[in-house]
C-alpha cells in the first residue's frame, strides 16, 4: 500500500471541503428538542414547502407533489436519514463546475506563507502546515526559499549567533520582548518586520565546509524569529499530499532569497521530487492560458522570470500593445509607480536563473509597475500585491484593474502589519475580479468563513460568475442576447426558520451549561450598488463584518431550542448572486 493512499482529505472548515468526500458530514445523533421538530415536520404540523420537499424526495428518489396541497405526513424514518445524512448540509452545493475556461477565470482556494501555523513573528514552521492546507482543499500554496546552513559546522555561541543572521540584534531584542507578552497594536509592528538599514542586503550562502555533505535551502520567514524547514521536505509534502483532495492544478507561489548554487539546487529537489506533475516547455509562446481540466494533476511553479526571459516575452508582444503601454501614462498611474520604485530599493532582490525560470510555464511573477506597463499584456504574468497596494490601484483605476483580471492572473496577499495571522476580506478582492486571493489558513475567522463559503465542494477552483471571467465567442450557458461582459445583477431575498441546536460547545473555561445562553448571529455579505464605487476599500484592512445582521434571542444551554423565530432579509438590490455570502 503506497503512502498516498492511507492519506484522506481533512474535515476541518476552512478551504472547502472536497467534493468528493462530502459523504464525511454526517450526524451521527439527534437531540430531544431538534426531535421534537422532525416529528411535527413529519406528522404535518409544520409541513415543509416545496423546495425542501423536492429536495427530501430526491434524497429518497421519489416523485415530488405536484404542489404543497398534496403534502401528506412524512415517513419520520427516512426524514431521519435525510436530516443525519450530507445531504443536509446548509452549504449550497457548487453547480457543476465547468473547467473548459482558461485558468485566469477561476477563483482558486489559496494560502499565504503556508509554512507557518502560528503568528508572523515567531511562529512555528512545519511540512504539517502544507499537508493540512492540501487536505483541506487549497491549491495554490506559499514558500519563501533562503539559502541553507551546514549545521554541523556550527555549535554552541556561533549557533546562538548564527540562528538568524538577516535579523539584526535589535529587532531580534525586541521580539523577544514581544514574545514574554508585551502588548502592542499591530501597526506599530511594521518597524519590526521590515529589515534595518543595514540590513538589507540578504543573508550570504550557507554552503557546506566538506565535499562529503552539501547545504540545501530552507524555507522560513524572512526577518522574524519564525522556524524553519527544509525545502526538499516541503517538496516530499506537497507531492505526497497535493492530489488527495483534489487532482485540479496546484499552484506553487515560490519567492526567492538565494543565490544562484541554491537555486540550482532548488530546481534539481523540484524536478526529481515533483517529475511528471511538472508541467511540459512548451514548444511555442503561450498566447491563451490553458483550462483547469487540461491541467489535471500538475504542478504549476510560480516564480519570477530570468532577466532574458521577461525581454523576450515583453518583445514577442504585439507593437501596438507595447507602445499603447509605454505611452504617456496618467498622474495616478505615476504616483503609483513612484511608490513601488521606492519599495524595490528597499532590499536587494535575488536574480533568478535560467532554469529555475524555465519552470515557470504558465505563471510567471512579474514586479508589479502599472497596469500600463508591457509585461501586463503578457498572457503568463502575474502580479502579486499585498492588500493595501491593490486598494490604492483599485483608487486610481478600478475599471482597468477589472478588466486586466478578467484576461490575466492576480495574487492578493495581507499585510505585513498583520501578525498576529489575522485575515483579509476576501470577498472585496474576488469582486474587484483577484483570482488567488492569499488567507492565512492557521486563523479561523471572518476571512476563513467566507473562503468556506467560497469553495465548499468547489475542489478548489471556481468559475467566475458571467462578466467577470475572460470573453469566448460564444457561451452555451448564457442566452445568445445578453453580452457575455454584462454582469447579472439580482434582488435578493431571505428567509431563515432559527428550530433548535444540539452538542454546541460551552465557552473556553467555562463549565456550567446553566449560565450558558447561546444565540445566532446572522451577517450577510453582499456588494451593493454603492459599494462599487472606486472610493470604497476593504475596511481600512480590517475583517469586514456583514453590513445587514441580524441576532436572534438568547436561548439556554447547549441543546437550545429559539422556538422557529423568522430572520428575513428583504428587498436587497444589485447583487451578484455568485459573491454573496451568509456567515
Not at 328 to 333: F, G, V
Not at 533 to 550: L, R
Amino acid at each position: 500500500m503506497s503512502v498516498t493512499s492511507l492519506i484522506v482529505p481533512q474535515k476541518q472548515a476552512g478551504g472547502g471541503q472536497p467534493s468528493s468526500h462530502q459523504s464525511m458530514n454526517t450526524v451521527s445523533n439527534i437531540s430531544a428538542s431538534v426531535l421534537s421538530y422532525l416529528k411535527a415536520i413529519a406528522d404535518g404540523r409544520r409541513p415543509l414547502d416545496a423546495d425542501q420537499l423536492s429536495e427530501f424526495n430526491i434524497f429518497h428518489s421519489a416523485q415530488t407533489p405536484e404542489s404543497t396541497k398534496d403534502y401528506c405526513k412524512l415517513d419520520l424514518r427516512k426524514l431521519l436519514q435525510y436530516m443525519t445524512s450530507s445531504e443536509s448540509n446548509a452549504m449550497r452545493p457548487h453547480e457543476e463546475n465547468d473547467l473548459s475556461h482558461p485558468i485566469s477565470s477561476y477563483f482558486i482556494s489559496s494560502s499565504h506563507n503556508t509554512y507557518l501555523s502560528g503568528n508572523q513573528l515567531y511562529g512555528d514552521a512545519s511540512t504539517e502546515a502544507y499537508r493540512n492546507v492540501l487536505l483541506r482543499g487549497c491549491r495554490c500554496i506559499e514558500i519563501d526559499v533562503w539559502d541553507g546552513e551546514q549545521k554541523n559546522s556550527i555549535t554552541g555561541e556561533e549557533a546562538n549567533r548564527h540562528f538568524r543572521p538577516h535579523v539584526p540584534h535589535s529587532i531580534s531584542a525586541r521580539l523577544s520582548r514581544h514574545h514574554q507578552g508585551e502588548e502592542r497594536e499591530e501597526q506599530d509592528l511594521q518597524e519590526i518586520i521590515e529589515p534595518a538599514e543595514d540590513s538589507r542586503m540578504m543573508p550570504t550562502p550557507w554552503l557546506s565546509t566538506t565535499k562529503s555533505t552539501r547545504a540545501e535551502p530552507r524555507v522560513l520567514h524572512g526577518h522574524t524569529m519564525t522556524k524553519e524547514i527544509s525545502f526538499r521536505a516541503v517538496c516530499c509534502t506537497i507531492r505526497d499530499s497535493g492530489f488527495i483532495a483534489s487532482d485540479l492544478p496546484l499552484i506553487v507561489s515560490l519567492e526567492i532569497h538565494c543565490c544562484a548554487d541554491q537555486q540550482e539546487i532548488m530546481v534539481e529537489i523540484m524536478k526529481e521530487t515533483w517529475k511528471e506533475m511538472l508541467v511540459e516547455p512548451l514548444e511555442a509562446e503561450c498566447k491563451v492560458l490553458p483550462s483547469p481540466r487540461a491541467l489535471r494533476g500538475k504542478i504549476l511553479v510560480k516564480v519570477k522570470g530570468a532577466a532574458a526571459s521577461v525581454a523576450a516575452k515583453v518583445a514577442s508582444l504585439p507593437t501596438m500593445q507595447k507602445v499603447q503601454s509605454v505611452s504617456s501614462p496618467s498622474e495616478s498611474e505615476d504616483e503609483i509607480s513612484s511608490s513601488t520604485s521606492k519599495e524595490q530599493t528597499k532590499s536587494k532582490k535575488k536574480t533568478i536563473i535560467q532554469a529555475l525560470s524555465n519552470l515557470g510555464i504558465y505563471t510567471h511573477s512579474y514586479h508589479f509597475k502599472t497596469l500600463s506597463a508591457p509585461e501586463a499584456e503578457v498572457p503568463t504574468h502575474v502580479f502579486s500585491l499585498s492588500e493595501r497596494k491593490l486598494a490604492d490601484v483599485h483608487k486610481s483605476q478600478a475599471s482597468r484593474l477589472f478588466s486586466h483580471n478578467r484576461e490575466f492572473l492576480m495574487r492578493v496577499f495581507p499585510s505585513g502589519t498583520r501578525v498576529s495571522s489575522s485575515n483579509l476580506d476576501p470577498a472585496w478582492f474576488w469582486r474587484r475580479g483577484v483570482q488567488m486571493v492569499a488567507l492565512n489558513w492557521q486563523s479561523w475567522d471572518a476571512g476563513m468563513m467566507l473562503n468556506e463559503g467560497m469553495f465548499g465542494g468547489g475542489d478548489g477552483w471556481v468559475v467566475k460568475p458571467q462578466g467577470y471571467r475572460r470573453s469566448t465567442s460564444f457561451d452555451q450557458t448564457q442566452i445568445k442576447s445578453i453580452s457575455q461582459n454584462t454582469i447579472l445583477y439580482k434582488t435578493f431575498d431571505l428567509c431563515i426558520e432559527i428550530l433548535s441546536a444540539q452538542d454546541l460547545p460551552l465557552p473556553q473555561g467555562d463549565n456550567r451549561r446553566s449560565g450558558f445562553h447561546p444565540y445566532v448571529k446572522c451577517e450577510l455579505h453582499v456588494e451593493e450598488a454603492v459599494d462599487r464605487s472606486p472610493t470604497t476599500s476593504p475596511n481600512n484592512g480590517k475583517n469586514q463584518d456583514g453590513k445587514h445582521k441580524i441576532i436572534t434571542k438568547p436561548g439556554r444551554g447547549s441543546e437550545a431550542n429559539f422556538g422557529g423565530e423568522v430572520i428575513q432579509f428583504c428587498g436587497i438590490t444589485g447583487v451578484v448572486e455568485e459573491l454573496s455570502f451568509l456567515r
